[in-house]
């Protein structure tokens, strides 16, 4: 860190952090900047975060991690042979957990559990497991178990649904059509099958169908009666990256509307220092009702841990993506 953000989170306080390729040089160095970050704040549980997918969204990589396949990937084994998908599933995230904790990152934004459907951006393409909802929802199961296994909270996304977006979220706003019949049978089943997951991640996205204004992070009526109500989520939800050009405004208004809304936590990324003031002004101190969805999340995963062998844990992985490659 810079002195300027050494200061900056001591004064602020954030509830946590997460890490990009451009924080990530080598094992020692990433937990040395870890124990920083948690010494800048005054809380004990200290989310750290980091988006740790597989294949091309991926920001440990070798020589010192695993290089992990897609989703994708690890869909098409269980199209072949379902229990050896979820065993895929499940070892891959339990691994990638042992990976994580060994560094302090205790908060991985993964699985995806968004549906994509022809003609759609790439943006989710081969990070979802399957285009079929219910395959996707068990695969996304199997994966937050192991997570969780290994110490990591799993945060699957991107709520309701990102599959049918016709653009990226990070370059504009996409806006999605279909009607809500279709949105409930594809979109959010996987949603509504894992709304006992202890944390997931907004899409930057309008739903005509819903709220034709406001992008689901800033839309209480989508948060309120779609994510809270209809798919039953009643944990942490934090919102995508108020930085990604889907949303407008000034970043202080951006995080205010995705707080007022009815998301528990926003999340900024880019490290900009002027954005970064920007946000901290647009927040407000966490609710009470939002730490107590935070302390069931660490609930489940001191209750839930194991132990693995690391190195046979890996090989049977490996084993089993032999199957299709």
Not at 234 to 247: C, E, W, Y
Not at 255 to 261: H, P, T
Not at 280 to 286: C, I, L, N, Q, R
Not at 307 to 323: C, G, P, S, V
Request: glycine share 6%.
């Amino acid at each position: 860190m810079t002195d300027w953000e050494r200061d900056f989170f001591r004064d602020l306080n954030p509830l946590g952090f997460i890490l990009f390729a451009r924080n990530i040089e080598d094992p020692y160095q990433v937990r040395e900047l870890c124990d920083d970050l948690r010494s800048c704040v005054t809380h004990a549980d200290v989310p750290i975060l980091i988006d740790q997918e597989g294949g091309r969204v991926a920001r440990l990589r070798p020589p010192h991690w695993r290089e992990a396949p897609t989703a994708a990937k690890i869909g098409e084994l269980a199209a072949f042979n379902l229990d050896m998908g979820l065993e895929a599933a499940h070892l891959n995230a339990r691994l990638f957990a042992s990976e994580l904790l060994d560094l302090g990152i205790n908060v991985d934004c993964a699985p995806v559990l968004d549906i994509p459907v022809e003609g759609a951006d790439p943006i989710i393409s081969d990070r979802a497991y399957s285009n079929h909802p219910e395959l996707a929802a068990i695969m996304g199961r199997a994966a937050c178990r192991g997570f969780m296994a290994g110490g990591v909270l799993p945060i699957i996304k991107h709520i309701p649904g990102h599959g049918r977006a016709l653009v990226d979220s990070h370059k504009a706003l996409p806006v999605v059509d279909e009607t809500i019949d279709i949105l409930e049978s594809v979109d959010f089943r996987p949603f509504i099958d894992l709304a006992d997951m202890p944390w997931a991640m907004t899409a930057h996205i309008v739903y005509s169908a819903v709220d034709a204004y406001a992008p689901a992070t800033m839309s209480p009526r989508l948060i309120e009666d779609i994510i809270r109500h209809h798919i039953g989520f009643d944990g942490v939800l934090i919102s995508d990256d108020l930085s990604m050009h889907a949303l407008q405004g000034d970043f202080a208004t951006r995080a205010e509307s995705a707080l007022d809304a009815g998301c528990d936590l926003v999340l900024h990324c880019n490290g900009n220092k002027e954005e970064m003031l920007a946000v901290a002004e647009g927040v407000s101190p966490v609710s009470d009702k939002t730490d107590d969805r935070l302390e069931e999340g660490w609930k489940l995963v001191r209750e839930g841990m194991d132990e693995i062998d690391f190195d046979q844990a890996e090989y049977r992985f490996n084993t089993l993506m032999e199957l299709v490659t």
